[in-house]
């Protein structure tokens, strides 16, 4: 409950040095949903890109529902779930400076996971603690507070971020996992008018990472197995049913070098590396680190935007290639019982490249406002173990069209959003050396496969009315999304619910 007072001391504060327009909310908050207005994405790797942004002042405090039903997704982080949240935003100018911040509350039960009892898949796998029953209603509170700064003076600006938030994962009936993640991340950046059409920036990033994960079991009787995984259904084998929690110690780092128009229209382009590396250690008195991960990826985000009138034109193309492996610790035990780290290899590897691009164009009048984004996106996985001779690739192609319309009606504000896409698989192939068809693992990995590796088809509607307060500086909205997605014998539906107000 302490975050509901850090939202509101949050919000006081935002409200407080808030300057009001004198342009109604209601237009504020159009011209900062329309995709022209975040098109390009600079800022989210270097803070002094918000000194050029096309975002104007604006913020919100909400709380939504999601619930999300169906059998579509990675087992390891479950399919279904219910979410509600509490969050607020805001971004603010006044003169050369720029003031921003985010904090939020999640309280989320998720279904149906499978072979993990970690927290935070996706940045941990594959070396996850795990047993082979998984269950329903794992409970998990989330809070995330974000603030940046950025300052434009003559020639030079530059901006500082700070971004935190932590997770805590339990579940009341075995197997009980109690998990606290936490994750702190800052940047830093500058930028440098070169002419008075562009700047070059550049800006740096640092992160630091922690998961303590236990996993506890109250009925002794008919307890099911343990496992250390370390990818594509091994495990290790000499610490099987060893219940020692776990520590996950991991820090990153990025740097990124960016192209930046001054008026918000143009050419905006971002070279970035990032690496994020962690530690997996037994949580006892020896501390032994069982595995550890190594990750580097390279993105290029390449923008471009021109305005003629009532027409704006745009065209993206975001592409990124990723390098994760992971090193395995092998042990003995001595005279004394005591287990000896006598070497590491590397096992685990997952190379991942991803190419999107989203073409954009806005048609703008004063009361209505229409807006087209087609897309098309490239993904290429290659998964694989060394020592059990197991891998899976996938390829795959996504594509589709993204339609929307705002309308003013009155001082009020009606918006339609949808989407309509196809996911085309191309190649796909997966190796389980070993593995008896029969066993849990075996069908968590092939269901996992025949997610990632079948075709799809992709639907979203949502539609949001922003009723404006007397003085048009306050308003209320109410938004409600549907996506659904139907593949070749999954499915999955998320509905989510928003109920708040933009001042």
């Known amino acids: 409950m302490k975050s509901f007072r850090y939202i509101l001391l949050f919000l006081s504060v ?4 808030y300057a009001q327009d004198s342009i109604p909310v209601t237009a504020q908050v159009l011209h900062n949903r329309l995709p022209v207005t975040g098109f390009a994405s600079a800022a989210e790797y ?31 982080t479950g399919t279904a779930f219910d979410e509600l949240a509490v969050a607020a ?24 996971v499978r072979w993990n009892e970690s927290s935070d898949y996706l940045n941990v796998y594959p070396y996850v603690f795990a047993d082979s029953v998984g269950g329903n209603n794992l409970s998990g509170e989330r809070y995330s507070f974000m603030g940046g700064y950025a300052q434009k003076l003559n020639r030079l600006a530059w901006g500082v971020q700070f971004d935190y938030w932590a997770l805590m994962e339990y579940r009341s009936v075995d197997p009980r996992p109690n998990n606290n993640t936490s994750n702190l991340a800052f940047t830093a950046g500058l930028s440098y008018k070169l002419t008075s059409t562009y700047a070059l920036g550049g800006g740096v990033m640092l ?31 000499l610490f099987a049913n060893d219940d020692t929690p776990c520590l996950f110690n991991g820090s990153g780092y990025g740097v990124n070098v960016q192209l930046l ?38 993105l290029l985000d390449l923008s471009w935007l021109r305005e003629a009138g009532i027409h704006t034109f745009g065209a993206k193309l975001k592409a990124s290639y990723t390098n994760r492996q992971g090193t395995e610790g092998k042990f003995t035990r001595n ?43 490239y993904l290429h996985t290659n998964e694989s173990h060394k020592s059990s001779q197991r891998s899976m690739m996938i390829s795959r192609i996504d594509w589709g069209i993204t339609p929307g319309l ?29 593995l008896s068809p029969q066993r849990s693992i075996t069908q968590t990995l092939q269901a996992n496969y025949d997610y990632l590796s079948s075709n799809g088809l ?46």
């Open 46 to 76: 270097n803070p002094a890109a918000m000194a050029y942004t096309l975002r104007t002042n604006l913020s919100e405090l909400y709380t939504a529902y999601s619930n999300q039903s169906g059998d579509a997704g990675l087992l390891q």
């Open 458 to 503: 992709q639907g979203a509607l949502s539609a949001r009315f922003d009723y404006s307060l007397p003085r048009n500086q306050t308003a209320l909205y109410l938004k409600a999304s549907w996506d659904y997605r139907k593949y070749d014998t999954t499915h999955s539906s998320l509905l989510v619910l928003q109920l708040g107000v933009s001042f």
């Open 14 to 17: 935002s409200a407080g040095i």
């Open 406 to 434: 705002a309308q003013s009606v009155g001082k009020h504000l009606i918006s339609i959003d949808a989407r309509v896409g196809y996911i085309q698989a191309l190649d796909s192939k997966l190796e389980l050396t070993g």
């Open 207 to 237: 992160r630091k990472y922690k998961q303590k994960n236990t996993l506890a079991f109250y009925n002794v009787l008919g307890r099911p197995s343990i496992h250390h995984m370390t990818g594509m259904g091994t495990d290790a084998y």
């Open 335 to 377: 005279d004394n019982g005591t287990l000896i780290n006598i070497s590491s290899e590397k096992q685990y590897r997952n190379e991942q490249t991803v190419a999107t691009l989203t073409l954009v164009y806005q048609h703008q009048k004063q009361r209505a406002t229409w807006y087209v984004l087609p897309y098309a996106s």
């Open 261 to 298: 128009p001054v008026s918000g229209m143009g050419w905006t382009g971002t070279l970035s590396y990032e690496n994020f590396a962690f530690d997996k250690q037994l949580n006892n008195t020896q501390m032994l680190v069982l595995s550890d991960i190594a990750e580097g990826k390279y």
């Open 89 to 112: 935003r805001s971004y603010m100018q006044t003169g050369k400076h720029h003031i921003w911040g985010s904090a939020s509350y999640r309280q989320t039960h998720t279904d149906n």
